[in-house]
């Protein structure tokens, strides 16, 4: 299967990513258009950096960061409808109503999660586990060093997680149904099987009202960069910022049609990971999805895990005792 796949790409019917940075198409346009869409993502950033700096204890909580976050989107849907960057990713009704259910659904998963953890069990637990006197060394650092380095930290838990996905069936299978995705947009980050979610989770921990303002920083950084790895919007992001952080360049060849793209760009926030472990691919693609760009319902992609997991299984089986030489046929786990 694998040998026929490979075989079609080195056969190249299309072109269908575009490596490296001196091919992509930069914003055309008047000097206002162009200056905003360059300085954009950095003004946003260090937006966001002063005001969790500067703000005061009564509004720097869980919450605003929430309210934030639902502005800053509503702005990025704004952009796509006015500036879409691939016609063929233009945002329908069909597309926007999947979205949204996700979007639903995993702030729902979200929410029950936070009122099960969040409870005064939980926040008793970890004042007591959490000996202050400990962590002094890194209290003591500048803010925005805690911040850069709590986001890093849950970054590089991520990256192997993901990367873990694409190498190891199992995990593989709930990540796979996001894969499908043909087009990228503001909310589909959210689109995907729910079990996928509930393993980024163990990654990310909770949202909490008492969260130290190092936590909202990195939250406010991490949002500020994370938006657009799924995003309808071509921006002439800065040199530094890209050589840095993910962009919807990286992340959309990650989505790619082409098996050996999407085997790069797994770190959600700092590329910088995925150029330290060699995985990174400058570069872009328009034709996303598996199978050919194949779209899934909502009801294939919240069963696809379980019935290809199934098949697997049964498929594996039965080869085992038709060989009747488990130790190779069974791969181990
Ligand atoms: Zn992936
Ligand atoms: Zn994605």
Not at 141 to 166: E, K, N, S, T
Request: hydrophobic fraction near 45%; proline fraction near 4%.
């Amino acid at each position: 299967m694998d040998g026929i796949r490979v075989g079609k790409r080195v056969v190249g019917t299309q072109s269908p990513v575009t490596i490296g940075w001196d091919n992509i198409p930069k914003v055309e346009g008047g000097t206002f258009k162009r200056l905003f869409f360059t300085l954009f993502q950095p003004a946003v950033l260090f937006g966001m950096i002063a005001f969790w700096y500067y703000a005061p204890n009564s509004i720097a909580k869980a919450s605003t960061a929430i309210g934030i976050g639902i502005g800053f989107r509503v702005i990025l849907q704004i952009l796509e409808l006015t500036n879409p960057r691939h016609k063929s990713w233009q945002i329908t009704w069909k597309e926007l109503a999947t979205d949204l259910f996700y979007v639903g659904v995993s702030a729902t998963l979200v929410n029950l999660a936070e009122n099960y953890i969040g409870s005064d069990v939980a926040i008793e637990a970890i004042q007591k586990g959490m000996d202050l006197e400990k962590f002094a060394w890194f209290t003591s650092l500048p803010l925005l060093v805690q911040a850069v380095l709590i986001l890093f930290i849950f970054d590089f838990g991520q990256y192997w997680m993901h990367r873990g996905m694409h190498n190891w069936y199992p995990l593989w299978l709930p990540h796979s149904v996001h894969h499908y995705i043909t087009q990228l947009n503001v909310h589909k980050g959210a689109v995907g099987n729910p079990v996928e979610l509930f393993l980024i989770g163990l990654g990310i921990g909770g949202l909490f009202d008492f969260l130290p303002r190092a936590f909202l920083l990195a939250g406010a950084i991490g949002m500020s960069v994370g938006a657009y790895q799924h995003i309808n919007v071509r921006f002439n992001t800065p040199r530094w910022w890209r050589f840095m952080f993910n962009t919807t360049e990286h992340h959309s060849l990650h989505h790619s049609q082409d098996f050996e793209s999407t085997r790069s760009n797994y770190a959600n926030t700092f590329i910088l990971i995925d150029r330290m472990f060699g995985t990174c691919i400058d570069g872009e693609a328009e034709l996303l999805g598996m199978e050919g760009g194949r779209r899934m319902s909502i009801r294939e992609q919240m069963l696809y895990p379980f019935t290809e997991g199934w098949k697997a299984w049964k498929e594996r089986a039965t080869r085992a005792r038709f060989f009747d030489d488990a130790p190779s046929a069974v791969p181990a786990e």
